[in-house]
């Protein structure tokens, strides 16, 4: 049996060691990274995507392009990961994070062909993130939670470039509100931002620059019944989750009768049931009605004829808010409902605009909504991505209170600081941080080059204006010039920045460190050449997984 290959592996199963596995991982995260790069900054291009259903979404927001891409690589999914990890904790700043990692791999596979062990370069991009963030701290600027005019600079950075760059000045100002109007300032003077108290609506038809912040819940509902009131000044509102109907029997029956009498009584019964349920609703005092599921037709006629104004089939997200707004309680069970289970406020309904405004009156209550307004239902769905992203760093610039310049300044100057901090780094690692902090200035040459501007001459005037000492000097992609980007308003939160740094140089290290890749299908992942894997942009082999089968 000597020299005999021993087969562990099934006939379908596919196998990768060594540096075939990380050319492959490699070359798969780089593509995702570069699928992304042309929307970067204020002249970023927008993606169109198209559903396998046929839905269209047009937009440039990162963590969306990758959500919506059909990736089944185990690799460039770990780069996706990277996107979702930015929005949840930063709200922004993904394109820059999932940029960062694949330029991190690029350079991570040039060490690995100079024969750079992959443990010394995963050593040296720990103790440069670790160093970088550090850096972003130090040059990070202190705000005050109270300065409004920063803060709509920082909305209107995280907006320009984005669907809602048009009306940026009337929608920062909108979105620094709403935050204020959610923050709370505890008693040892931090600030903490509710978003959960914080709604956004959208409505088609109109202007974006039509948009406005609303006190109370917004309900796009119509009411029930066209007898019932649309206005209730002094509003008694209960908000229920379950339905006002019949409950069907769980198994199937048969009803025989044998005259009409006897069917006659049987529907006064139902009748009487469903004029059950509506009293008991109006034993509580209850005069409007939002529930969640059904109301009965019958049911509705009788809340009409007490003058109950009723809506029914709700969004869950919109009782919750309410509940939030009026201070009531969700009803479940109207045998157990009470008038303690009531929201108190008023409610209005717009005809022509098609909607309620709801607000509280109690103290505890509190809430409000940002009713964004777009043509179309494209531009108003990128509107809001651009808002929500807006909404996320305004609220993290309250609570963490600083700031950086932007335009590629922190990126560039962190780097400079690497590598002064390089020359201290004894062995290979030394190479690792270096590459690190090259990686990083991806951003400003991107950033330039989706200007139209060249991003060597652009990055030698960025290094040489940080040289002097400039440590906000950032690009001005409108002019090409280099400017100190913190005094002309183009500010971006330091907890983005310290993110985006810390899951790439994490992802990329996740990737560096697999070097065998047993897969119980087919591993290749290369197409006609233009497909985002490997044989694609990322530019490796193509039938990575080819003639693989049945190895050991």
Known sequence: ??????????????????????????????????????????????????????DVTVTNDGVTILQEMDIDNPTASMIVEVAETQEDEAGDGTTSAVAIAGELLKNAEDLLEQDIHPTAIIKGFDLAATEAKAAVEDISTEVDPDDEELLKKVAETSMTGKGAELNKELLAQIIVD????????????????????????????????????????????????????????????????????????????????DDPSQLQNFLDKEEQQLKDLVDKVEATGANVLFCQKNIDDMAQHYLAQKGILAVKRSKKSDIEFLKEVLGANVVSDLDSASEADLGHGSVTRDEAEGLFYVEGSNED????????RGSTDHVVDELERGVMDALDVVAATVTQGQVLGGGGAPEVEVARRLRDFAD?????????????ADALEIIPRTLAKNAGLDGIDTLVDLRAAHEDGQVSAGLNVFTGD???????????????????????????????????????????????????????PGGAPGGMGGGMGGMM
């Open 178 to 257: 709403a935050v204020n109007a959610v923050t709370v300032e505890t008693e040892d003077g931090e600030h903490v931002v509710d978003l959960e108290y914080l709604n956004v609506e959208t409505q088609t038809g109109s202007a974006a620059g039509e948009s406005e912040l609303l006190e109370g819940a917004v309900v796009d509902k119509d009411p029930v019944h066209e007898e019932m009131p649309t206005t209730v000044e002094d509003a008694k509102v209960m908000l229920m989750d379950t339905a006002i109907e019949l409950e069907e029997t769980e198994v199937d029956a048969q009803l025989s009768v």
């Open 482 to 536: 280099v400017e100190d980007t913190l005094e002309t308003g183009v500010v971006e939160p330091s907890h983005a920045k310290r993110q985006a740094i810390s899951s790439a140089a994490e992802a990329a290290n996740l990737v560096l460190k697999i070097d065998d890749i047993i897969a119980a299908g087919d591993l290749s992942t290369s197409g006609d050449g233009d497909e985002g894997g490997p044989g694609g």
């Open 424 to 436: 201290g780094v004894e062995g290979r690692e030394q190479l690792a941080v270096e590459a690190f």
């Open 1 to 54: 049996m000597q020299g005999q290959p021993m087969i562990i592996l099934g006939e379908d199963s596919q196998r990768m060691k060594d540096k075939s596995a990380q050319e492959h991982n490699i070359s798969a995260a780089r593509a995702v990274a570069e699928s992304v790069r042309s929307t970067l900054g204020p002249k970023g291009m927008d993606k169109m995507l198209v559903s396998s259903m046929g």
């Open 365 to 372: 209550a509190h809430g409000v909504t940002l009713l964004l």
